[in-house]
Each structure stands twice: as structure tokens, then as C-alpha cells.
């Protein structure tokens, strides 16, 4: 499974890109604001961080004004994934970009049905949101495993891209189900490296080592 970072800070991308865990980026208007950096500048800089996809969003809703968007994203990088989202405009969108070869991002999934529209429209990755599913009394997983079905069903080449990842127990059952992708905010990728009986170990290692008087180096 890969693992895209959910984030627009370029220090944490940095970070985890050392680390050889990150496989692409994704970011969101949300995201920008928050960075406070300019848009286009800022992808640019993720972009050369990364070999990955980086996924930049439109902020058009009609058809026409979504193209003359992307047209100016896709220049950035040759990794820059275009963000469309799950409306009618955003898959004619999703389907002229993807017959063109760029790569496209289907975003704000919340259904199934949605999902196989996005596939239908050749979209590289759909992005359901499991985190705010869940907020709203849905459980996101299960959206994860009807997609899975589906896309095996027909045997569609869309990768799934978990969004609105929250915890280790999203990506855990991501993996468990097969999905292709989770976007997560850096501090979620570091966690999953956490366990307190790694850290019990390596205190134990240490203080046997240290009453060896060894030393590797
Ligand atoms: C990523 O592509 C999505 O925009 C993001 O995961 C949404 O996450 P949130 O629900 O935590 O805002």
C-alpha cells in the first residue's frame, strides 16, 4: 500500500520524503490556507520533493472553468495530479484530463455509487473520506470494502486513495481490505511505527549492551 502525505507543510513532506516511506502528496484548499503559502509556489516545491503524485484541487464547479484550472496545475510538475471533485462536471472534468494522460484525483467520494462513476470516468485515484463518513454515523471502512468489491467486480484500474485518515486503525483495516493508497497527515504516517513494547525492547537491549562494555564503532 502507499502512503501519500495529507499535508501542504513543506518541512513534514521533507521529513518523511527521508525517509523513504512517502510515495506522493495530496493537498486541498483547506490544506493551502492553512500552510499560508501561495498555491502555486508551494505545489511547485512539493512537487520537486516528491516523485510521486501530488494532488492539486480545482476550485471551479463547472466544467469549462475546471479545464482552464488544470491547464494552469498541470504545468507545474510532471507529477502534479489534478483534483476534481465528485460532481458531473468534476468526472467530464476527470475523463478530458485522463484521455489527455494527466493524471486526476476524484475527491469528496462518500458512496459507492459514486466511486464507480469516478472509475467509469478513468479517474486515477478516488478518494473517499473514511474520517468524515465516520463523523457523520457512517462507518467509512465499509465504503473502503464496497469500493474494493466493485472495482474487482469490473476489474477498474482506479487506485483507491483513503482520505480523511484520522488514526492507525484506518490505515490497519485500509490494508486489511486491499486499498491502493492512504493519505495521511505526516503525524499519523510517524505513528504507525509506534509500539510500546519496541520502545520496552530497545531499553532492555541498551542496558544489557552498556553492562557489556562494548562498543560497535
Ligand atoms: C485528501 O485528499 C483530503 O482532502 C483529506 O484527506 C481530507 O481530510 P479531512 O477530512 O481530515 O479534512
Redesign the pocket.
Known sequence: MKF?A?TAEIDAIRELAATGLLDGV???P??IHKSGRDFMEVTKEICGLTDGPV?A?VVALDHESMMREAEVLRKIADNVCI?VPLTIDGLKTCKALTGDGTMV?V??CFSANQALLAAKAGATFI?P?V??HDDNGFDGMDLIRDIRLIYDNYAFETEI?V????HAGHVLESARIGADVA???PGVILSLANHVLTDKGIEGFLADWEKTGQSIV
Open positions: 501519500f495529507d495530496t493537498t486541498n483547506s490544506l494532488s484541487e483534483k484525483n475527491t469528496l478518494s473520506f474520517g468524515r486513495l482520505a480523511s485518515v484520522r493519505t495521511m497527515p
